[in-house]
């Protein structure tokens, strides 16, 4: 069984940058499609981006597009997200997910039901 701990959240002023990071154990990543979402109060957990298991295709939420990158190591079983030009709507708990199909297709998934697997979530906070 995999467990995903995310980390790196924390209050930032409007247009500083963070990086999470979702480090893996009890089982690589490795042939798994991953995801960050993220849920602010009273909203939806909606995807902000994922990375297919060959790390060559990626997804970004238009609202992020351009501002964060996703990136994964399979040898550190972690799951990066940098965040840079962050704005306050970007305020809400992140978190990683993977997707519990090993080797599927290209194609990504963004619906939180796509995916089985979630870390704990990670407070990120911008101050405007």
């Known amino acids: 069984q995999v467990q995903l701990v995310e980390s790196g959240g924390g209050l930032v002023q409007a247009g500083g940058s963070l990086r999470l990071s979702c480090a893996a154990s009890?089982?690589?990543?490795?042939?798994?499609?991953l995801g960050w979402f993220r849920q602010a109060p009273g909203k939806e957990r909606g995807v902000v981006a994922a990375?297919?298991?060959?790390?060559?295709?990626?997804y970004y939420a238009d609202s992020v597009k351009g501002r964060f990158t996703i990136s994964r190591d399979n040898v550190k079983n972690t799951v990066y997200l940098q965040m840079n030009s962050l704005k306050s709507e970007d305020t809400a708990v992140y978190y990683c997910?993977?997707?519990?199909?090993?080797?599927?297709?290209?194609?990504?998934?963004?619906?939180?039901?796509?995916?089985?697997?979630w870390g704990q979530g990670t407070q990120v906070t911008v101050s405007s």
């Open positions: 990375v297919s298991w060959t790390g060559r295709t990626t």
């Open positions: 009890g089982r690589s990543i490795a042939g798994y499609h």
């Open positions: 997910a993977r997707h519990p199909a090993l080797y599927s297709g290209s194609a990504l998934y963004t619906s939180p039901d796509d995916y089985d697997t």
